[in-house]
T-cell receptor
Framework: AQSVTQPDIHITVSEGASLELRCNYS??????LFWYVQSPGQGLQLLLK??????LVQGIKGFEAEFKRSQSSFNLRKPSVHWSDAAEYFC????????????FGTGTRLLVSP | NAGVTQTPKFQVLKTGQSMTLQCAQD?????MYWYRQDPGMGLRLIYY???????DKGEVPNGYNVSRLNKREFSLRLESAAPSQTSVYFC?????????????FGPGTRLTVT
């Protein structure tokens, strides 16, 4: 069965430092890939998505992610973190056949230190 | 455009009580979903409705029922609440067209069962 792994439960980054959040998936074929962000007490908001084509995708709020087929990874990056980026981040995948259901990772909570 | 709305925002139930969580979307999406979010578990799909008139079980359907009332509304019912159903519940909606599988989420309902 398909699965998504986010190996880091918590990450603390200093404001202004770079960020990379890891995501690995388990599928037979290339899935559709998503990163969502959840601010405290809020619903989820889509940051970016990958369906096909260029493996480096740009999203909102200055985030980007790179799909690496050989590593089954879709890591999220930001060159300079802002205090407002503190939130929980979820990676999700969907099969690219039939009806699309998302399978979510367990999330990574980002803390930003001054 | 309100997007996806959910009511109530908070609810406390006693074991054995019943309640219905309401969800509505104004984006004319065909598909709607109910998830639960528990610490360390990410989001898990309870039920979904691919289109008006259809509903299907997700990953964790036991103890829940759903109704797709019309294209806009998708409700989740707990017939006899149990403490294990204490969670945050999210409704989402999406289209199912190529390259537009993004799901839009409501703000959530925080449910406590005592």
């Amino acid at each position: 069965a398909q699965s998504v792994t986010q190996p880091d439960i918590h990450i603390t980054v200093s404001e202004g430092a770079s960020l990379e959040l890891r995501c690995n998936y388990s599928y037979g074929a290339t899935p559709y890939l998503f990163w969502y962000v959840q601010s405290p007490g809020q619903g989820l908001q889509l940051l970016l998505k990958y369906f096909s084509g260029d493996t480096l995708v740009q999203g909102i709020k200055g985030f980007e992610a790179e799909f690496k087929r050989s590593q089954s990874s879709f890591n999220l990056r930001k060159p300079s973190v802002h205090w407002s980026d503190a939130a929980e981040y979820f990676c999700a995948v969907a099969l690219n056949t039939g009806f699309q259901k998302l399978v979510f990772g367990t999330g990574t909570r980002l803390l930003v230190s001054p | 455009n309100a997007g996806v709305t959910q009511t109530p925002k908070f609810q406390v139930l006693k074991t054995g009580q019943s309640m219905t969580l309401q969800c509505a979307q104004d984006m004319n999406h065909n598909s709607m979903y109910w998830y639960r979010q528990d610490p360390g578990m990410g989001l898990r799909l309870i039920y979904y409705s691919a289109s008006e008139g259809t509903t299907d079980k997700g990953e964790v359907p036991n103890g829940y029922n759903v109704s797709r009332l019309n294209k806009r509304e998708f409700s989740l019912r707990l017939e006899s609440a149990a403490p294990s159903q204490t969670s945050v519940y999210f409704c989402a909606s999406s289209e199912q067209r190529q390259s537009t599988y993004e799901q839009y989420f409501g703000p959530g309902t925080r449910l406590t069962v005592t």
